[in-house]
Each structure stands twice: as structure tokens, then as C-alpha cells.
């Protein structure tokens, strides 16, 4: 899939004195149903996450407090998202290679993935990546 079809989404955002509330629906505000929950947290500065790609998964990452970036890969070009808003959140295709750096301190990204975990799905190796992708 082309890297245009990744793109930034702002969720709804419930404004209220006693604090602001938002909500993510599957198929309606993610172009998914959510079938799991991940998340980062304690990353150390500098780290880097990620590095891999998925056949089938559909993603979509939120910043839940802090701040990081996430650069995503086709195959052909890259782009990097900084990811800092509870409300935004990025969506992210199959096939498509990223890793996150670039975390503030306390950090926490928050995954909503359309598949249950399966290590099958990864693509961990660049070179491999790039050969399905029709890159290499
Ligand atoms: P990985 O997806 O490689 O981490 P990241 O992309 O954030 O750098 O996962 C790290 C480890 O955690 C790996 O051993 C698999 C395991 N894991 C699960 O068991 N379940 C999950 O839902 C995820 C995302 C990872």
C-alpha cells in the first residue's frame, strides 16, 4: 500500500471543566475493527522501537502523553509524523516498514491493531521487506 494511504486522524475531543474526554470507535473513527490494545511506556531517551513491517495489520498509534515520532516506509519513501496530542492519532497500513524515536520523557504510545499478536505477520528483516514490496 502506498504511504498516502497512512494519515494523520483527529478523533473526537469532548471538552469539558472537569476534563476533556475522547474516543476511538472501530470502523467508524479507525478504518478497522480493534481487536488489541498495546502500549509503550518507561522508553528510554534514545531508543529506537519498531524497525519491522506487517503483512496484514492495520495500526493506529496514539501519543497518549508526550511525544515521539514515527517514521513510516513503502518501500519507495519515507515520511516521519511526530506524534504529541491525545485527540490525533496515525493510521497505519499494512506493509508498511516504521520505527518510533525520538521520545519525550514519559512517553506512552498507545497501539489499537486490527489483529490479535502474531509473530508471522512481522516482517523483521528490511531487505525481505523490500522484495515484497516489489523495492528490491
Ligand atoms: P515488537 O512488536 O517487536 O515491539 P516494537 O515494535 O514496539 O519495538 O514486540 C516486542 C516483543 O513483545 C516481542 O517479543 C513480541 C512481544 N509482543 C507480544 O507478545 N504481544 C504484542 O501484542 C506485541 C505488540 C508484542
Redesign the pocket.
Known amino acids: 500500500m502506498p504511504l498516502r494511504d497512512c494519515r494523520i486522524i483527529e478523533l473526537p475531543k469532548v471538552c469539558d471543566q472537569r476534563g476533556n474526554l475522547t474516543f476511538v470507535e472501530g470502523g467508524n473513527h479507525v478504518p478497522f475493527e480493534i481487536r488489541?490494545v498495546?502500549y509503550?511506556y518507561d522508553v528510554p531517551g534514545g531508543a529506537e522501537?519498531?524497525?519491522?513491517a506487517h503483512r496484514n495489520l492495520s495500526q493506529f498509534i496514539v501519543a497518549m502523553s508526550g511525544s515521539f515520532d514515527v517514521v513510516l516506509n513503502d518501500g519507495f519513501e519515507s515520511k516521519r509524523f511526530h506524534l504529541n496530542r491525545s485527540y490525533f492519532g496515525l493510521y497505519v497500513c499494512p506493509l508498511m516498514w516504521r520505527y518510533?524515536d525520538n521520545f519525550s520523557s514519559g512517553a506512552v504510545c498507545m497501539?489499537l491493531?486490527s489483529e490479535?499478536?502474531d509473530?508471522a505477520d512481522?516482517i523483521?528483516d528490511y531487505d525481505t521487506f523490500s522484495a515484497t514490496v516489489g523495492a528490491g
Request: hydrophobic share 35%; charged share 25%.
Open positions: 488489541r498495546y509503550l522501537r519498531g524497525a519491522h518510533l497501539v491493531a490479535h499478536y509473530e512481522y523483521r
